[in-house]
């Protein structure tokens, strides 16, 4: 998907909600357990339920991959169900794979190619050779971790060198000389809002993932009162708030509902 087909879903459902598919089988409705694939049955209610409100997926593959093989088809027939029904919705895998080299690449042809997803999270830990291999695929995107909003982020993402610059600042000065806002994406937490400013100084034009909104407790008005440019330029994801709303067989309508709200708080900014 290109820049420009994402900015016009975003005009056209006047939305830039991504739903967060982080589906964890402890936690969806009993009633569901019954049946042969309770992820994907979960996942597929939920997706019909949202998609009118929404521009993006993003399944979290620990919740997959925790399940062995099983849960990997659950992944699988969740991308392949989006991709059938709702061919305008953009799938971000929450994977943050950051490797170098020929490993790097059999995971950017295994996202890619495989699983045909739009997007991937990369950590930029190791550097250029651990994010360049996912970049050489068109209509593809790297979404970069830049600032998180888990409270480790301390730790190292706000520290600095000599001259004061945060390692933060520095992922995204040099990350973008790797590529542009057509390829590269950043992660920004919303509970880190009010740095949205600043980071908008270094890459004003490139779109930012920003979790954190609903159950973390993150601002969707200062989102966007920082964070939007020309183009939208944002794309904010719930997940809890919206596919853990209710437990009971109405569990899809009411995610359906939480969306919808979120789309015309969203649709006001726009």
């Given at each position: 998907?290109?820049?420009?087909?994402?900015?016009?879903n975003?005009?056209?459902?006047?939305?830039f909600?991504?739903?967060g598919?982080?589906?964890?089988?402890?936690?969806?409705?009993?009633?569901?357990?019954?049946?042969?694939?309770?992820?994907?049955?979960?996942?597929?209610?939920?997706?019909?339920?949202?998609?009118?409100?929404?521009?993006?997926?993003?399944?979290?593959?620990?919740?997959?991959?925790?399940?062995?093989?099983k849960?990997?088809?659950?992944?699988?027939?969740?991308?392949?169900?989006?991709?059938?029904?709702?061919?305008?919705?953009?799938?971000?895998?929450?994977?943050?794979?950051?490797?170098?080299?020929?490993?790097?690449?059999?995971?950017?042809?295994?996202?890619?190619?495989?699983?045909?997803?739009?997007?991937?999270?990369v950590?930029?830990?190791?550097?250029?050779?651990?994010?360049?291999?996912f970049?050489?695929?068109?209509?593809?995107?790297?979404?970069?971790?830049?600032?998180?909003?888990?409270?480790?982020?301390?730790?190292?993402?706000?520290?600095?060198?000599?001259?004061?610059?945060?390692?933060?600042?520095k992922?995204?000065?040099?990350?973008?000389?790797?590529?542009?806002?057509d390829s590269?994406?950043?992660?920004?937490?919303?509970?880190?809002?009010?740095m949205?400013?600043?980071?908008?100084?270094?890459?004003?034009?490139?779109?930012?993932?920003?979790?954190?909104?609903?159950?973390?407790?993150?601002?969707?008005?200062?989102?966007?009162?920082?964070?939007?440019?020309?183009?939208?330029?944002?794309?904010?994801?719930?997940?809890?708030?919206?596919?853990?709303?209710?437990k009971?067989?109405?569990?899809?309508?009411?995610?359906?509902?939480?969306?919808?709200?979120?789309?015309?708080?969203?649709?006001?900014?726009?």
């Amino acid at each position: 998907m290109t820049r420009e087909e994402l900015f016009e879903n975003i005009r056209r459902k006047q939305s830039f909600l991504c739903v967060g598919l982080d589906t964890d089988i402890r936690k969806i409705p009993a009633h569901l357990l019954e049946l042969e694939d309770p992820i994907f049955e979960f996942n597929k209610a939920i997706i019909d339920a949202t998609a009118d409100y929404c521009i993006a997926y993003k399944p979290n593959l620990a919740f997959y991959e925790s399940g062995g093989l099983k849960g990997m088809q659950s992944l699988y027939k969740t991308i392949e169900y989006i991709r059938s029904n709702y061919p305008d919705q953009f799938i971000i895998a929450d994977a943050k794979r950051g490797d170098i080299g020929n490993t790097a690449a059999m995971y950017a042809d295994s996202f890619f190619n495989e699983m045909d997803v739009d997007s991937v999270t990369v950590a930029p830990y190791m550097g250029k050779d651990s994010v360049t291999p996912f970049l050489g695929y068109e209509g593809k995107w790297v979404i970069l971790l830049a600032l998180t909003s888990n409270p480790g982020a301390e730790d190292f993402q706000y520290t600095t060198d000599t001259d004061g610059t945060p390692l933060f600042k520095k992922v995204l000065k040099r990350s973008s000389e790797w590529a542009g806002a057509d390829s590269m994406m950043y992660v920004v937490g919303a509970t880190r809002a009010d740095m949205l400013a600043e980071i908008r100084q270094i890459i004003p034009d490139s779109f930012l993932l920003v979790p954190g909104v609903g159950a973390q407790g993150g601002s969707l008005e200062e989102v966007c009162k920082y964070g939007m440019n020309d183009h939208c330029g944002l794309i904010v994801n719930s997940s809890r708030a919206i596919i853990y709303a209710d437990k009971s067989e109405n569990f899809a309508k009411v995610a359906g509902q939480e969306a919808e709200k979120v789309q015309k708080q969203m649709a006001a900014f726009l």
